[in-house]
């Protein structure tokens, strides 16, 4: 049987049900497309553990390649930019409470059916896909992962991949990108499914780790979440995004962290 352990404390995984038993009895609205524009910014939420896509800068500030990009999008809807830092694993619930004041989330959500009955996707900011990070001589197959110890982000769809697969393995949950990657760099974990682009950012962290990168286990297109019912947000978004690609500034952003364009 699968062995499942976690990072987190059990009291964080009651903790974390609260806001699904606040959402059951009636949860209050985000902000609407004109609030934003009456105030004069755009508040955006990231996680600040996916680099190259978004993490801290020295700082502390946010920033990568969503962060730009979000810089560029509120530009064109003539708004500025507040930031805020949360974790992964509740963003898309925090976008739809009024409890943050969050517009949009920019997080590297992969758009799937699951997560669509929560928000609302914009069209696609970038396509990639899942792959597994390991060191010299580890797995690189979906069936090389059996028995093994593995590391993947809470929340994220790399953990539902691990979780079914029809094999034994042990899979430790860890609370951000960031520490999913340090686990196999430092060996506390044999091996994670990530995102591609993470983990050849991973081979330039850790260049004395000797990691590898298999090629792709499955396709993924990501988008920035709104809160569900908040089309006229999610139609902003897509107008200014499309803007940022026609005059330049998705390829020059696209290349600076990627040498490549990652739109779909």
């Known amino acids: ?8 404390p059990v009291w964080r995984a009651a903790a974390l049900l609260l806001p699904l038993l606040g959402a059951s009895l009636g949860t209050a609205q985000a902000r609407t497309l004109a609030e934003a524009k009456a105030s004069g910014t755009l508040n955006a939420a990231t996680s600040g553990d996916f680099r190259p896509f978004n993490f801290l800068d020295a700082s502390g500030r946010p920033d990568g390649f969503e962060v ?3 810089g560029a999008v509120a530009a064109q809807m003539g708004l500025k930019v507040n930031w805020q830092v949360r974790p992964f694993d509740g963003l898309l619930e925090d976008v739809n409470s009024d409890r943050y004041g969050i517009d949009v989330v ?4 992969a758009i799937t059916s699951t997560r669509l009955k929560t928000v609302e996707f914009s069209n ?7 792959v597994i990070l390991a060191r010299q001589g580890g797995p690189q197959t979906s069936r090389a992962l059996s028995g093994r110890t593995m590391a993947a982000e809470e929340g994220s769809t790399y953990l539902g991949f691990l979780k079914k697969l029809p094999f034994g393995k042990s899979i430790s949950v860890l609370p951000t990108g960031k520490d999913v990657v340090r686990a196999v760099a430092l060996g506390r974990a044999d091996a994670a499914v990530t995102d591609r682009f993470v983990a050849l950012e991973a081979l330039t962290l850790y260049p004395k780790a000797n990691l590898i990168v298999s090629d792709m286990l499955w396709k993924e297109t990501v988008g920035l979440a709104v809160a569900r019912e908040n089309g006229a947000m999610r139609q902003a978004l897509n107008v200014a995004l499309k803007a940022v690609i026609d005059d330049g500034t998705y390829a020059r952003l696209s ?3 990627f040498g490549q364009n990652v739109r779909c």
């Open 255 to 257: 290349q600076k962290y």
């Open 68 to 70: 730009e990009l979000i």
């Open 1 to 8: 049987m699968p062995i499942l352990t976690t990072s987190r």
């Open 124 to 130: 696609p900011h970038y396509c990639t896909g899942g």
């Open 106 to 109: 920019a997080a590297s959500h």
